[in-house]
C-alpha cells in the first residue's frame, strides 16, 4: 500500500506536519480576520483536493493557500504553491462556486506563508496571489 502511495504521488505526512498545518491555518485564520475578511469554511475537500480556507474579503470570495514551514532552509513558504498546486486550487475553488451557484461572484485568490523562525511565526498576505487558469 505504501509502494502504492509514494509511485501516485501521495506521500504519508508525519503527525508533526499535520499539527503545523493546522496550526498554519489557524494562525492565517486569526490574521484573515484581522484583516476583515470573513471564513466562510475550511478544509473544503472534494476528490483531487482540499482549499484550506474559503473567505470572503467584501463581496469577493477569497480561496486561500496557507503554507507553513519551521525554517528557511528550503526557500519561502509562498514558493511551495507550484504551477500544479495553483491549477488543483483553481478546479477545486470552480468546483465551490458551482456548488454555491456563485458563479458571477468575484474572486481571487490568496496565498498565507507561515515561517516559524526561533518558534516565533511570521506571517505574510500575499492577495491575488496567482489568476486562475483552468485548461
Known sequence: MWVARVLLGFWPMSQHRVSLGKTGEDLACRELERRG????????????GELDIIARDGTTMVFVEVKA??????????????AR?????TQLALDYLM???LTNCPCRFD?????FDAGVPAIEVFQNAFDARIT
Open 37 to 48: 475578511y470573513a471564513i466562510v469554511a475550511r478544509r473544503y475537500r472534494r476528490r483531487g
Open 69 to 82: 514551514r519551521k525554517g528557511r532552509a528550503f526557500g519561502e513558504a509562498s514558493e511551495a504553491v507550484t
Open 85 to 89: 498546486k495553483r491549477h488543483r486550487i
Open 99 to 101: 456548488r454555491q451557484r
Open 111 to 115: 496565498v498565507v506563508s507561515i515561517h
